[in-house]
C-alpha cells in the first residue's frame, strides 16, 4: 500500500513537471527532486538498492565516472560541482522514470495524454504572445529590435521553444492510429496544426532543420512512399510564408549575421578542445576559458551553440564518447523492429513519434544550446526514460504474442488434436494420472472399433 500511495504522488509530480518545465526552472528542479527523493524512499522500503542492470545503464556509470575525472582535474570547484551534481541528478531521475513507467503500462498512455494537454497550452500561449507581444505565464515579450516578432512563449529564446515544439510535435502525429476515438483524434489534430504554426513563428532554422529530419524519419517508417514528398512540401510552404524564405537565404549571407556569430563561437571551441582534447577543461567551465580561445575579431562570451562540441570541450573524448553511446544504444533498441510495434496501435505510433521527436531535437542541439538548458536538458531525461520504457513494453508485448501464436489454434480452424482427443487436454493432463488413464482407455477403444470395421469390410 505505502508503495502505491508513493507511485502516485511521483505520477502527480512528473504531470506537474511536464507543465513545469515549460515555464520554470524552480518548479521543474522541485519536481525532480521530488520524484527522486519519493524513488529513494521506495527503494529502501523495497529492500532493492540498486536498479536493475543493463546496457544503458553500464553506460551511465560510465559517463558518471568520466566526469567525475574531469571534475577533479577542474581549476574551478565550485561551478565544476554543480556541473558533477548535475549530471548525477540527470542520473537518478532516469532510475526512478524507468522504476516507476516500468511498473504500469498504463502509466505510459496517461503520460502521453498529459504531455498533449501541455503542449497544447503551451502552443496557445506562443499564439497569443504573438499576437499580443507577450506570454501568459511569465509576461515575455518579444526579444528588443527583432524585427521578425519570434515568439518564444514562456521559453527564455525562440530557439529553446522550437527544440521544445521538435521534440513533441511528432507525438501529435498519433491521430493517424485507427485506436482512439473521434474527439481524441480531433484534439490531436489541432494540436498538431497549432505546433506546426507556433515552430514557423520561431524562426529557428536549426529547428526547423531538425523537425525536417525528424519527419523523413518518422515516414519513413510509417509509410516510405511520402518519404521525400512530405519534407520537400515543409521546405516549399516554408519558402512562400512571410519572412520564411529570407531567413532560409540568410544562411549563405557573408555579413555579421547569426551564421557568423555561430561560426566564430565554433573556432573558438576548437581551439578549446585541441587544447584539451581527452578530459576537456573540466565540466560546467565553459564559460570561463572561452574569452581565452575565441577569435580576436568576435567580442561576445556565451555557449558555443553546437551542444556537442561544447560537451566536448568540457569532459573530453572520452565523456563525449559515453555520452553519445547512450544515444545510440537509446535509438538502436527503439528503432530496431520498428514497423512490427507500429501495429500494436496507438502505443506503436507513440513510439515512432517520440523517437522521430527525440532525433530531432538530438539533431538542432547540434547547431544551438538544447542540452545546456535546464528546462531542455531535464525535459530531455525524462523523455529518454519514457522512450526506452515505452520501448521496453512493446518488445515484451510482442514476446507475448509469438508465445500465443505457438500455442493457439491452427489457422484453419482445426484444433491440434491426437486421435481426436484435444491437444490442451493432454497439456492439461500431464500432472493429472486420472486424465492420462482416460486419454489411454479413449485410444484403446477407438483401436478397437477400427478393428471391428476392418473386420466387417
Not at 504500469?104 to 503551451?122: E, Y
Not at 515544439?165 to 507525438?171: G, K, N, T, V, Y
Not at 555579421?256 to 563561437?265: A, D, F, I
Request: glycine share 6%; net charge positive.
Amino acid at each position: 500500500m505505502p508503495i502505491n500511495i508513493l507511485n502516485y504522488i511521483t505520477e502527480f509530480t512528473l504531470w506537474v513537471f511536464l507543465f513545469g518545465s515549460t515555464f520554470s526552472n524552480s518548479l521543474s528542479e522541485i519536481t525532480i527532486g521530488i520524484i527522486i527523493g519519493v524513488f529513494i524512499l521506495k527503494k529502501i522500503l523495497c529492500k532493492k538498492y540498486f536498479p536493475l542492470s543493463s546496457p544503458i545503464n553500464l553506460m551511465l556509470y560510465i559517463l558518471c565516472g568520466i566526469v567525475f575525472i574531469t571534475f577533479l582535474r577542474s581549476a574551478y570547484f565550485s561551478e565544476s560541482v554543480r556541473g558533477f551534481v548535475r549530471i548525477v541528478k540527470f542520473t537518478f531521475l532516469y532510475f526512478a522514470l524507468i522504476d516507476f513507467f516500468q511498473s504500469d503500462a498504463k502509466r505510459l498512455k496517461r503520460t502521453f495524454w498529459v504531455l498533449m494537454i501541455v503542449a497544447c497550452v503551451t502552443f496557445l500561449n506562443g499564439i497569443f504572445q504573438s499576437i499580443y507581444g507577450f506570454d501568459l505565464l511569465r509576461h515575455k515579450e518579444f526579444i528588443k529590435d527583432d524585427c521578425l516578432r519570434r515568439i518564444q512563449a514562456s521559453f527564455v529564446h525562440p530557439n529553446d521553444f522550437g527544440a521544445y515544439i521538435i521534440l513533441i510535435l511528432p507525438l501529435t502525429l498519433c491521430f493517424f492510429s485507427s485506436s482512439i476515438k473521434r474527439g481524441q483524434r480531433a484534439f490531436l489534430i489541432m494540436n498538431c496544426i497549432l505546433g506546426a504554426y507556433c515552430l514557423f513563428k520561431t524562426s529557428s532554422r536549426g529547428a526547423w532543420l531538425g523537425f525536417i529530419v525528424g519527419i523523413v524519419i518518422y515516414f519513413f517508417f510509417y509509410k516510405r512512399k511520402v518519404t521525400i514528398a512530405v519534407p520537400l512540401a515543409m521546405i516549399l510552404l516554408v519558402m512562400l510564408l512571410p519572412h520564411g524564405f529570407d531567413r532560409l537565404k540568410s544562411l549563405f549571407a557573408l555579413e555579421q549575421n547569426t551564421v557568423w556569430e555561430r561560426t566564430q563561437l565554433w573556432k573558438g571551441t576548437w581551439n578549446m578542445v585541441k587544447a584539451h582534447p581527452f578530459f576537456g577543461f573540466g565540466i560546467n567551465t565553459f564559460s570561463r576559458y572561452f574569452p581565452q580561445y575565441k577569435p580576436s575579431v568576435y567580442w561576445g562570451i556565451m555557449y558555443s551553440h553546437n551542444s556537442y562540441l561544447q560537451m566536448w570541450s568540457e569532459i573530453g573524448i572520452f565523456g563525449l564518447l559515453a555520452f553519445l553511446s547512450i544515444i545510440f544504444a537509446v535509438l538502436r533498441i527503439t528503432l530496431r523492429d520498428m514497423r512490427k510495434k507500429m501495429q500494436k496501435g496507438l502505443e506503436g505510433l507513440i513510439l515512432l513519434g517520440l523517437t522521430a521527436g527525440y532525433i530531432a531535437f538530438l539533431i538542432q542541439s547540434g547547431l544551438d544550446t538544447n542540452l545546456f538548458s535546464l528546462k531542455l536538458i531535464t525535459l530531455f531525461w525524462v523523455m529518454t526514460a519514457y522512450l526506452v520504457s515505452l520501448n521496453k513494453y512493446l518488445e515484451e508485448e510482442k514476446v507475448e504474442e509469438c508465445h500465443a501464436r505457438e500455442t493457439c489454434p491452427r489457422e484453419n480452424g482445426e484444433r491440434a488434436s491426437i486421435n481426436n482427443i484435444p491437444l490442451d487436454s493432454r497439456f492439461r493432463g500431464n500432472d493429472n494420472d486420472q486424465n492420462r488413464t482416460e486419454i489411454q482407455l479413449h485410444d484403446k477403444e477407438l483401436f478397437d472399433l477400427r478393428s471391428h470395421i476392418i473386420k466387417k469390410l
